[in-house]
């Protein structure tokens, strides 16, 4: 690594203002900053020095997605020979979904960093870490039949117009990877849901008796039956453990809660996920489901409220997306309502609206553009209890 830290030094002159490489600086910057760490510091000014940099905190991240990202892979092959009526070992299932997944973190890279690239050159900026989280969370949220060129056009849309425009990271309103995910979602209904597009078939022929769908799916289309008439479990034909482990037709990175829950375990001990914002969207999702319960009319809504925790994309949602430090809420009472609202949203949307069986994207999306309002007012509040204490004293 010194040898390879001594070459980038050298290279260093050739790409300031008037070398022959000045057109790659950013580029060079970029590749730079992600194999070392920077070796410049702040001069002069007022600065906040902390170990803790963006760097190190989207490398943490990434380490939390790994336990999701990995059984995503191998939970895309297993569903693939279960639905073929076939049983191999451990490594080629996992090999067979190694190989669909590894195209779509490829393609959203190399399309998310190209663009973030060629923007900071344009602007003369330093390319800046975070999408080092976005490019991989968005292939975890798709599902793993998703065309490349699909991904390539989400990833270029939600880079461009939910990041750049807003003057790239730290500025963004959205949530850059929920953006894609719902550009897809609206530009193209088809790829994005239904009982076929979770599961890659390759050129084999569906068992008789798969189907595909995944217990949201089942759910809603219980919903339209009363209670008595539908089955137990409430038209889920899946087991709970099947449901928390993760063996379930789902998008890559979302279908094991076990998984999900050691990253979210791993973003609390290093302090780098808010618990306020994770604790308050699963309590505000068990406040709307017992609501629901109450009023039960459909077997969807009589569903068990803490039964919504491991169905779909809830728990991931909870973890990866709404703890987003960008686009969340940022005052400490203003965490607590928004991750309340973001989850009594989710779980209204999911089953209010059959047609929509899975609502934390909208949830997260909606309350990403309200968080700075939220903030506004608990900032405004304490600055009246202030004043009044203030007279008071007076």
């Keep these: 690594m010194k040898v390879l830290r001594n070459w980038f030094d050298k290279q260093k ?6 070398g022959k490489f000045h057109m790659f600086k950013s580029g060079f910057g970029a590749i730079e900053t992600f194999l070392f760490v920077p070796n410049h510091t702040t001069k002069q000014g007022t600065h906040i020095r902390d170990y803790v940099d963006l760097k190190r905190t ?16 191998y939970n895309v092959g297993y569903q693939h020979f279960i639905a073929t009526g076939q049983q191999l070992s451990f490594w080629p299932v996992f090999g067979f979904g190694f190989l669909k997944v590894l195209p779509i973190i490829i393609v959203s890279y190399v399309v998310g960093l190209g663009i973030e690239i060629a923007s900071a050159q344009m602007r003369g900026h330093e390319v800046n870490e975070g999408y080092l989280v976005t490019g991989i969370l968005i292939p975890m949220v798709l ?7 699909m991904v390539a056009i989400a990833v270029a849309f939600s880079v461009v117009f939910a990041k750049e425009v807003f003057g790239g ?16 979602f609206f530009a193209y209904p088809s790829q994005m849901s239904g009982d076929s ?13 798969f189907s595909g769908a995944t217990p949201l ?20 034909s899946y087991s709970i453990m099947d449901m928390f482990l993760g063996f379930i037709p789902g998008s890559i990175g979302e279908t094991s809660k076990l998984a999900i829950l050691i990253g979210a375990a791993i973003l609390l001990i290093t302090r780098i996920g808010s618990w306020k914002i994770m604790l308050s969207t699963v309590l505000g999702g068990l406040f709307m489901g017992t609501i629901l319960n109450i009023f039960a009319v459909n077997s969807y809504m009589a569903v068990p409220v803490w039964q919504h925790l491991i169905m779909g994309g809830f728990l991931f949602g909870a973890v990866f ?3 987003d430090p960008v686009s969340g809420a940022q005052t400490s009472r203003g965490k607590w309502i928004y991750g309340f609202l973001i989850g009594v949203f989710g779980i209204m949307i ?33 600055i009246r209890r202030r004043l009044k204490r203030a007279i008071v004293k007076a």
Aim: net charge neutral; proline share 8%; no cysteine.
């Design 217 to 236: 799916s089942q759910a809603a289309a219980a919903a339209a039956k009363p209670i008595a008439e539908v089955a137990a479990n409430h038209g889920i």
């Design 350 to 382: 999911r089953v209010v609206n059959p047609a929509y069986p899975e609502g934390i994207m909208l949830a997260i999306l909606i309350m990403n553009m309200f968080a700075p309002l939220i903030d506004y007012y608990v900032v405004q509040g304490n």
């Design 169 to 184: 990271t730290g500025m963004n309103i959205w949530n850059p990877a929920l953006v894609a995910r719902a550009f897809l």
């Design 13 to 18: 002159p050739h790409l300031e203002k008037g």
């Design 58 to 73: 989207m490398s943490i991240v990434i380490v939390a997605l790994i336990p999701a990202l990995l059984f995503g892979m």
């Design 197 to 209: 597009v979770w599961i890659s078939l390759g050129d084999k022929a569906m068992i008789d008796g």
């Design 143 to 149: 599902p793993v039949t998703t065309p490349l060129w």
């Design 321 to 323: 997306m709404v703890t």
